[in-house]
């Protein structure tokens, strides 16, 4: 069974950063696509950003892009998520799935594995 651990959420204000990431207990995030996709209250879960297992493909969401940043480490079995500039609408869970069948990258069916979310709230 593959077990995902989101950390790294909290409180910010408005402008702030957070640095997420994404661990398992197994070798599957070196393997595999590795998403971030997030959930605010009464909203569909929506895409945020996906890392190629190579790490040398990166995707993110139109409104993400150049505010958030995703990496990976495969010798750790990370997957960091560096977001900058945070908004208030930007709160929200925030989970991390790993993609292990085909599929598109920014469609939350195509994942296989997910975490427990990590909660992120952006004060004005």
């Known amino acids: 069974q593959v077990q995902l651990v989101e950390s790294g959420g909290g409180v910010v204000q408005a402008g702030g950063s957070l640095r997420l990431s994404c661990a398992t207990s197994s070798g599957t995030v070196s393997g595999d696509t590795v998403g971030w996709f997030r959930q605010a209250p009464g909203k569909d879960r929506e895409f945020v950003a996906a890392?190629?297992?190579?790490?040398?493909?990166?995707f993110y969401a139109a409104f993400m892009k150049a505010r958030f940043t995703i990496s990976r480490d495969n010798d750790k079995n990370t997957v960091d998520l560096q977001m900058n500039g945070l908004k208030p609408e930007d709160t929200a869970v925030y989970y991390c799935?790993?993609?292990?069948?085909?599929?598109?990258?920014?469609?939350?069916?195509?994942?296989?594995?997910w975490g427990q979310g990590t909660q992120v709230t952006v004060s004005s």
């Open positions: 890392i190629s297992r190579s790490g040398t493909s990166t």
């Open positions: 799935a790993v993609k292990a069948s085909s599929g598109v990258y920014y469609d939350a069916q195509s994942y296989n594995f």
